[in-house]
Every structure is written in structure tokens, then in C-alpha cells.
């Protein structure tokens, strides 16, 4: 199992940006994946996540309403549609795959320390 995530960018506040996390090997429907920022000296943190069997979703109180998370089972990609993007947005982002059908549960509960897979991460920035 591989993920890349991809699209990040430079941006000006309140301007937005998609980001990719594109999956390759076996990955079922009943897996979930998880989208995650790690600001310059501060810890990773969770974004959101998705079930990638009914694509329900959960996101972290610092993006509702801001951040939408959707995939296409048909070309193995997840996205993170980034809107009104904020300067504290700034970070890496990374996504990671749950492969477990508790996955989504795990990852909306906010328990990521078990996840062994992890994507490269793509910066942000946004800055004027």
C-alpha cells in the first residue's frame, strides 16, 4: 500500500487549494483515511477523515465549515478541498490510510497512533 499526497502550494488568505492523496495497492471500501497537518514546531494533528465505503466524513473543529473531504473509488484518490484558508493553516499536510473496518471510527474519535501507513507530505502555505 502507497499514498501520495500532492497539491499544496503557496496561497494568499482566504484563497483556496485541493489537495490529493492518491492510493495505490490493495485498498477495500471499508477502509478509511485520514487527513493530518503538522505545523513548524508543533505536533501532527488531525484534519479529518473519511470512510471510503459511504464517504462519510468528520473534521476537526478548526476547519468545519471550511475544509471538505470527498473521494473517487474510481481513481483511488482522495481529496481535501481547502477553502477561506487562513494563515494557521500553514503546515505539512499528510494523509494516511486506516485499513481496518474500524478505521473511520478510529479516526474520527481521533486515535491515529496505530497508523502505519502514511503518505509523503505536501506543504501549505498561506501567506500574503
Known amino acids: 500500500v502507497q499514498l501520495q499526497a500532492s497539491g499544496g502550494g503557496l496561497v494568499q488568505p482566504g484563497g483556496s487549494l485541493r489537495l490529493s492523496c492518491a492510493t495505490s495497492?490493495?485498498?477495500?471500501?471499508?477502509?478509511?483515511i485520514g487527513w493530518f497537518r503538522q505545523a513548524p514546531g508543533k505536533e501532527r494533528d488531525p484534519v479529518g477523515c473519511i470512510s471510503l465505503g459511504d464517504g462519510t466524513t468528520n473534521y476537526a473543529d478548526s476547519v468545519k465549515g471550511r475544509f471538505t473531504i470527498f473521494r473517487d473509488n474510481a481513481k483511488n484518490t482522495v481529496y481535501l478541498q481547502m477553502n477561506s484558508l487562513k494563515p494557521e493553516d500553514t503546515a505539512v499536510y499528510f494523509c494516511a490510510l486506516d485499513p481496518d473496518v474500524r478505521g473511520y471510527s478510529r479516526l474520527a474519535s481521533g486515535i491515529y497512533d496505530h497508523l502505519e501507513y502514511w503518505g509523503k507530505g505536501t506543504q501549505v502555505t498561506v501567506s500574503s
Open positions: 495497492g490493495f485498498i477495500l471500501d471499508y477502509y478509511a
